[in-house]
């Protein structure tokens, strides 16, 4: 298999909302010239905390005026509080003004809290999101969505380009009979029963789920996100590890995970992949999972540095960890979707 690059940004920077916007606009065009080939952005309401942006496509249609070839991708957004047509509108407005270089990630959704200003019952949570995504897919396949309406303008080959994020093997399975791609998290809460279970014990029957289940001749797609943070010292890299995690660590507990307290044991509760280029590469070269994706996203959070030491952490993965595990740049795209993007006539 091999592994493509892509960054992946939650915009949690230390900055008002605006500045948050404008360094992760700056993130993206840095992983740019490096070669990177894809950035996903993460939806959030309400917690700044949690994650900077609510709207998505608003921001990727910035990121799209400002790169050129830059594959950007939603991670994800929380199809469940949406409504799907309109879903399916704004992204493919966005595919078009970025000339064809949008991938549309799904979720069904995080903290409960969130779903109350929306109007929905957490309890109803996946129900919800398997209705919307029905009529995501139909959208985006120039289904009739009721009175003869269908999609304008119309989705060209954006329906071959969904991923769907789970937590689950049956979120696997329901992604690979769709054959939508696989967004596989940074990190997962472990059962109660398996504190001690590794990233890999949760995620490789996702993986295997996901396999099983697509269609005959189906190409899988399989993205591995990964807190990674390299620096070009290790005690910095350490140092600004412990603030960031032990910063996360207080708003996990509080959500009833139980962590350990010592440095060493944050960084393997939370999957974090810090140092040097080398420790890094190490680190992720161990990771099984990782092996049967075929791209590596990488984000910073939880550790959560400074913006310039973020950019510096982008070129050392770019340059000295991607190289050292063997891995290339450009995003993985289905070839179906490589097709220019025709406005519809209709």
């Known amino acids: 298999m091999t592994q493509r690059l892509a960054l992946f940004t939650r915009l949690l920077d230390d900055a008002p909302p605006a500045e948050r916007f404008r360094l992760a606009l700056e993130q993206i065009q840095h992983a740019e010239r490096f070669g990177i080939g894809r950035a996903w952005v993460a939806q959030h309401h309400f917690r700044a905390e949690e994650g900077g942006l609510p709207s998505p ?38 595919d078009l003004l970025s000339d064809g270089r949008v991938d549309l990630g799904l979720g069904s959704g995080g903290a409960p809290s969130s779903f109350v200003p929306f109007g929905i019952d957490p309890a109803e949570k996946t129900p919800q999101y398997e209705r919307k995504l029905g009529v995501l897919h139909a959208a985006l396949a120039g289904g009739d969505l009721g009175g003869g309406a269908r999609l304008y303008p119309s989705a060209g080959t954006l329906r071959d380009r969904l991923w769907q994020a789970t937590f689950s093997a049956p979120g696997g399975t329901r ?23 590794s990233l890999a014990d949760l995620q490789q029957p996702i993986v295997d789920a996901y396999l099983e289940a697509l269609p005959a001749g189906a190409t899988p797609r399989i993205t591995a996100s990964r807190t990674v943070f390299v620096a070009d010292d290790r005690d ?37 992949h810090v140092g040097r280029p080398d420790d890094v590469a190490a680190s992720l070269a161990a990771d099984p999972v990782i092996a049967r994706a075929d791209e590596v996203a990488f ?26 595990l063997g891995w290339t740049t450009p995003a993985s795209v289905p070839a179906s979707a490589s097709a220019a993007h025709e406005w519809s006539t209709v």
Do not use: C, K, N, Y
């Open 57 to 94: 496509f608003v921001f990727l249609a910035a990121a799209a005026a400002r790169t050129s070839g830059i594959r950007l991708g939603t991670g994800v957004v929380t199809l469940t509080l949406e409504d799907p047509v309109r879903v399916a509108e704004d992204a493919v407005v966005a």
């Open 299 to 324: 984000q910073v959070h939880s550790v959560d540095a400074p913006h310039e030491l973020v950019l510096r952490s982008i070129e050392l993965f770019a340059t000295e960890v991607a190289p050292a």
């Open 236 to 272: 910095e890299a350490l140092r600004l590890a412990e603030i960031g995690l032990r910063r996360a660590a207080v708003g996990l507990r509080r959500a009833g995970h139980a962590l350990p307290d010592d440095l060493p044991g944050l960084i393997r509760a939370t999957d974090t």
């Open 175 to 197: 992604a690979g009979v769709a054959g939508d791609g696989l967004l596989l998290s940074r990190t997962q809460p472990r059962p109660e029963a398996r504190p001690d279970a």
